[in-house]
């Protein structure tokens, strides 16, 4: 079990007389197979949680077992169940005043202990940002965070790369979903799923008209099917050979996008496969030189062949040096 799921769980077992199996695999965004394995791991490492069949029944914790909510207001609630982000990510939506708040005030309520040991937040920081990211413009979360709050219907003004001026949208929100340290606005557009970059939202205003979402969707359930859209869905899929010096970087740099072939390594090097959304996302090969080969398809390696030509000839010495 994550840390995160262990304590949105101790959250929901806490704040609830009792909640079920369902409602507790919906709220954490798992499987019912999994909830029933957290509980069962509750169960073995001491935490009194009962289960009770029938219409009436449900999950539940002894009182006074587990995390002691009764001294949070409900916004202080609100925002410790804001698991995963990390302080930046919660200055960014001005939560971190209210999450320290909440957890100064569980942690007044845990018996002391003769050796306490430091806290985790004194000695563990988190940084989920990648590594020289651009300073972000353009929207911040904390702007947008009450708008979505009100579930309304939003008019953005969206400046996508693909796109040569800004364009005007009117989109259906869900809400934020904070991805790799960058910020996005989940949305349905003509009923059609979409991710936002909030720094590329340029301008934005409320629509005086409710958002229309579809049915049975959610904000974590969008989230997760575009997710795999964009991981599985790929235009192009390139194979190609990468020296053991560079598997940890190709590893760090591509994610899941790199795909490896198990039959297939050697001494010097190792069969993946790496997955493109566009054929001109293949430049990102060429900052390993020759420590990639490319073995297809072929309109890779043609294009490849032609940014390294442009870039020797850009870099050619002149005829007068």
Known sequence: MTPDRF???MLLLNSRDAVTTQELASALGVSLRTITRDLNWLREAGLPVTAQRGRLGGVTMLPGSGLDLTRLTPDERDHLSLTGLDEK???????????????????????????????LTDVVHVDSRPWRQARASGTTPASLTGAVRRGRRLRIEYD???????????????????????????????RVPRMYRLERITTWKEVDQPRRLRESQTLATVAAALIDQWEHNHAIEVSATIDQTQIERAQRIFG??????????SATGRKVTIRFLRLEDVRALLPFGSAITVHGPTEARVHLRDLATALAHHYAPSPTS
């Open 7 to 9: 304590f949105t769980l």
């Open 160 to 190: 996508s790369p693909r796109e040569s001026c800004p364009r005007d949208l009117v989109v259906d929100p869900y809400g934020l979903f904070a991805k790799a340290g960058i910020w996005y606005l989940v949305a349905d557009r003509a």
């Open 89 to 119: 990510q919660r200055a960014e939506l001005n939560a971190s005043v209210g999450s320290r708040r909440a957890l100064s005030k569980i942690a007044a309520t845990q018996p002391r202990r003769v050796h306490e040991l430091l806290p």
């Open 256 to 265: 899941l996008r790199l795909v490896w072939d198990d039959h297939e390594e």
